[in-house]
């Protein structure tokens, strides 16, 4: 069966390259003319390979990323940029921090070979409805790689923004492939959704952060973390007390841990869950509302629950920074969670435009890119070392 291509640009040039370079026998090429248009074609077709003009005046390479996250299936995708060694890192690391595929950059104008040699696997995958098989991972590897050194947590910096100082962090999965490369969290988690084993992964990654964090606490730095925890886990009738054992085992205070827990994947109607964040709480665990808004959460039911901490949804940010009725919508969202006497943490801040806007709305706690990418524990240290000497400065943060 043929692979669709889709040529996202804002001239008609890259899809004729493509339909002239590709053979029509493997590919079929279709057209969008700029980022808004590719989107509603997204939405109604399935492509396997979005390849894209980075430099578009409507969108650019990472809105384009940040887009394809918000489809119900997920296209691979190549963009064309510029030689600069430092923008194809930038759109790499942004790839993997949304868990996007990226199967490469190539430089304008496109040359034929180079076309050829990024897409030559992609004939041999199994269509768009059957993106789970990207991954690569028979059950048996993933389970191996977990309890070995497949996976690997990485750390994002978290800034308060009131006094610009560092707050801790936020622990992320990482998996190293066996051909080199890495997976991001959203592909990990894709993988061990498929094939049941989203509490095996949760147990994981609490047991390798802690025991990252408990090191760092060894050698004199006590560095608060956020680390994800999955329904499949809280619905367990002994997860509380797995999480209690594990802070002791590797010397953690609690109060030094935050479990996020996502707002669309909390069953607020189940017992057991209730009943272990309750647990957790009354232990001295953090409990933070991750990704608030993109769920359907009462929030009648959710007053009960003792959270101390609201993530607010990236798309908020991304929406408000553009648009007067998400800015809106946004500022009202830290209104209800200062109201609430909560903590509000804005994920997904990218440029100087979205810290300015999470400041003025009076948000805490601020993470993204700006900030700091997720890094390895021995990269956070150096991170904070050089954010408290002064010789990394965060653009219109202080």
């Given at each position: ?47 396997d ?93 993933f ?31 990482r998996?190293?492939a ?64 797995v ?68 993530v607010?949804?990236r ?44 400041k ?5 706690v ?33």
């Amino acid at each position: 069966m043929s692979k669709r291509i889709l040529a996202v640009d804002d001239s008609l040039r890259l899809q004729e390259t493509l339909s002239t370079y590709l053979p029509a026998i493997d590919f079929l090429v279709a057209g969008a003319a700029g980022g808004p248009q590719a989107l509603d074609v997204l939405k109604t077709e399935r492509f396997d390979v979005v390849v894209a003009n980075h430099n578009m005046a409507d969108y650019d390479g990472f809105r384009l990323i940040e887009m394809i996250t918000d489809l119900d299936y997920s296209p691979s995708i190549v963009l064309v940029c510029d030689d600069d060694p430092v923008v194809r890192q930038k759109i790499r690391e942004h790839a993997m921090a949304y868990s996007i595929d990226l199967l490469g950059t190539l430089s304008s104008p496109v040359s034929r070979d180079m076309l050829v040699s990024t897409l030559v696997d992609v004939a041999d995958l199994g269509g768009a409805d059957t993106e789970g098989s990207r991954s690569g991972l028979a059950e048996s590897e993933f389970m191996r790689g977990l309890m070995t050194d497949g996976l690997s947590p990485v750390f994002q910096p978290k800034v308060n923004l009131r006094n610009g100082r560092v707050v801790g962090a936020e622990a992320f999965a990482r998996w190293s492939a066996p051909g080199g490369g890495l997976l991001g969290a959203g592909a990990v988690i894709k993988v061990a959704r498929e094939q049941g084993h989203m509490d095996v992964l949760t147990y994981r990654m609490l047991e390798l952060a802690l025991q990252q964090q408990g090191k760092w606490r060894g050698e004199g730095k006590d560095v608060p973390l956020s680390v994800n925890i999955s329904s499949v886990n809280l619905r367990k009738t002994d997860f509380a007390d797995v999480v209690s054992g594990l802070a002791d085992q590797f010397g953690v205070d609690p109060s030094m841990v935050r479990l996020e827990i996502t707002e669309a994947d909390f069953d607020v109607d189940d017992r057991i869950p209730l009943e272990n964040l309750g647990r957790l709480h009354a232990r001295g665990f953090g409990l933070g509302l991750d990704d608030f808004g993109a769920g359907f959460a009462p929030l009648m039911k959710l007053k009960s629950i003792p959270f101390d901490e609201i993530v607010i949804d990236r798309s908020f940010l991304a929406r408000a920074a553009e648009d007067q009725t998400a800015r809106i919508i946004f500022e009202t969202a830290i209104d209800l969670v200062k109201r609430l006497k909560l903590s509000s943490t804005v994920e997904g801040v990218e440029t100087e435009e979205q810290l300015k806007l999470a400041k003025d709305v009076g948000a805490d706690v601020a993470q993204g890119y700006l900030i700091g990418k997720p890094m390895s524990a021995n990269e956070f240290l150096i991170w904070i070392e050089d954010y408290e000497d002064g010789v990394l400065i965060i653009p219109g943060l202080t």
